[in-house]
Nanobody, 115 residues
Framework: QVRLMESGGGLVQAGESLRLSCAAS????????MGWYRQAPGKQRELVAT???????NYSDSVKGRFTISRDNAKNTVYLQIDSLKPEDTAVYYC?????????WGQGTQVTVSS
């Protein structure tokens, strides 16, 4: 059974930085695109950023310049570096990945930004 486990969330002040991690575990033959999504209270889940197996990245317009997605294929892990955090970045951040040609989601990690 494949699992995705996020870590690194927490309560921070505006302007600070966080680094989220998401590690895939289980019997893994292939990991293609990995990504991060977020869901703020009362809003729909939205795409934050994705990264392909070859390292090509895609970002939501709302996070370009402040968020950086990266991955370590040897560790089956994807990262999200978040700089200059804003209160509107408060959300549950979810990791998603195509593993063994199926889509998987993590359980999410809470990021709360105080002003």
């Amino acid at each position: 059974q494949v699992r995705l486990m996020e870590s690194g969330g927490g309560l921070v002040q505006a302007g600070e930085s966080l680094r989220l991690s998401c590690a895939a575990s289980g019997i893994i033959r292939s990991i293609n695109t990995m990504g991060w999504y977020r869901q703020a209270p009362g809003k729909q889940r939205e795409l934050v950023a994705t990264i392909t197996g070859g390292g090509n990245t895609n970002y939501s317009d709302s996070v370009k310049g402040r968020f950086t997605i990266s991955r370590d294929n040897a560790k089956n892990t994807v990262y999200l570096q978040i700089d200059s955090l804003k209160p509107e970045d408060t959300a549950v951040y979810y990791c998603a990945a195509e593993v063994n040609w199926r889509d998987y989601w993590g359980q999410g990690t809470q990021v709360t930004v105080s002003s």
